[in-house]
């Protein structure tokens, strides 16, 4: 929530650009001690345009990391370095790719 407010975002641009539902969303923003599915985390750094560095702070609040060895990470690993911020093009990656 805190990289929400400091870069004044609205909240529910960002939980749409991550292609989260507003209850899940409300329930990340009301109850600290919540940790959010990797997934989840994921679609935020993207929805919240994040630098590498600070999808891997969100990523360790969250309890996980990128693994080199999970496709799902990997994908989302190369949209963030790569800076495509495109939650839907990334969901239809996986999508095809069956994973």
């Known amino acids: 929530m805190r990289l929400i407010w400091d ?9 749409k650009r ?6 899940l969303f409300s329930k990340i923003r009301s109850n600290a001690s919540y940790h959010p ?10 929805a919240l345009c994040l630098s590498i560095k600070e999808a891997e702070e969100l990523l360790s609040r969250a309890g996980f990391s990128f693994s080199p060895s999970t496709r799902m990470d990997i994908i989302y690993r190369f949209f963030i370095e ?4 495109d ?8 999508y095809e790719l069956d994973i």
């Open 37 to 46: 599915s990797k997934k989840t985390a994921l679609s935020l750094s993207v």
């Open 82 to 85: 790569n800076e495509i911020f």
């Open 87 to 94: 939650n839907q093009c990334i969901e239809e990656l996986l």
């Open 7 to 15: 870069r004044n975002l609205n909240e529910c641009q960002i939980y």
């Open 18 to 23: 991550a292609n989260i539902d507003r209850r």
